[in-house]
């Protein structure tokens, strides 16, 4: 199975900061990842997908990168809506995996 | 706009059974791929499988930790999918949620699954 890896594992951060996530993948998985923000007791939300495609609705301050092996999620201002929990996920193969999660929380 | 609601969780003792169904509308089920993902308590995204369309021969794929106790399956006269658990066990504790799609995911609110004696 293709071992998504994420760091950090944890983040604190203020409102209008700049953060970064990262996504590693065992095996290269070309652009067929996606990322999801989940908030406590709710389910996951698609922010993108192809690596770099905003979902439709997601605000532009996020943004994805990445091909291969490497990815990262920037969200450029951060706003108070945006502490949550985020996971990369392949589609590349089966089984699909996630990544262990980042919890972005407020400093 | 996907709609999907999750129905049947509930508690269940080691070894048994249960049925989760997940009603779909708000796009055209019968040619949709879906997928079902689980959340232990406190924990992280788990895969557990996915059923595709009948249109495209209706074939499943299943995580191994589930592979030969869970069964999808689907009703496309009733925009409905299921999963059947069983041989259940603690580890299989999680909030279930169906989601639309193979590749990336619209999801469901999720139904909460316990296993315990």
């Known amino acids: 199975a293709t071992r998504m890896t994420q760091s950090p594992s944890s983040l604190s951060a203020s409102t209008g900061d700049r953060v970064t996530i990262t996504c590693r993948a065992s095996?290269?998985?070309?652009?067929?990842l996606a990322w999801y923000q989940q908030k406590p007791g709710k389910a996951p939300n698609l922010l993108i997908y192809?690596?770099?495609t905003l979902q439709s609705g997601v605000p532009s301050r996020f943004s994805g990168t990445g091909s291969g092996t490497d990815f990262t999620l920037t969200i450029s201002f951060l706003q108070s809506e945006d502490f949550a929990t985020y996971y990369c996920h392949q589609y590349y193969t089966y089984p699909r995996t996630f990544g262990q999660g980042t919890k972005l929380e407020i400093k | 706009e996907t709609q999907l609601v999750e129905s049947g969780g509930g508690l269940v003792k080691p070894g048994g059974s249960l049925r989760l169904s997940c009603a779909a509308s708000?796009?055209?089920?019968?040619?949709?791929?879906m997928t079902w993902v689980r959340q232990a308590p406190g924990k992280g995204l788990e895969w557990v499988g996915r059923i595709k369309s009948n249109t495209d021969g209706g074939t499943t794929e299943y995580a191994a930790p589930v592979k030969g106790r869970f069964t999808f399956s689907r009703d496309d006269s009733k925009n409905t999918v299921y999963l059947e658990m069983n041989s259940l066990t603690t580890e299989d504790t999680a909030v279930y949620y169906c989601?639309?799609?193979?590749?990336?995911?619209?999801w469901g609110q999720g139904a909460l699954v316990t296993v315990s004696s």
């Open positions: 708000g796009f055209t089920f019968t040619i949709a791929s």
């Open positions: 192809g690596a770099s």
């Open positions: 989601a639309r799609g193979d590749n990336w995911y619209y």
């Open positions: 095996q290269d998985i070309s652009t067929y």
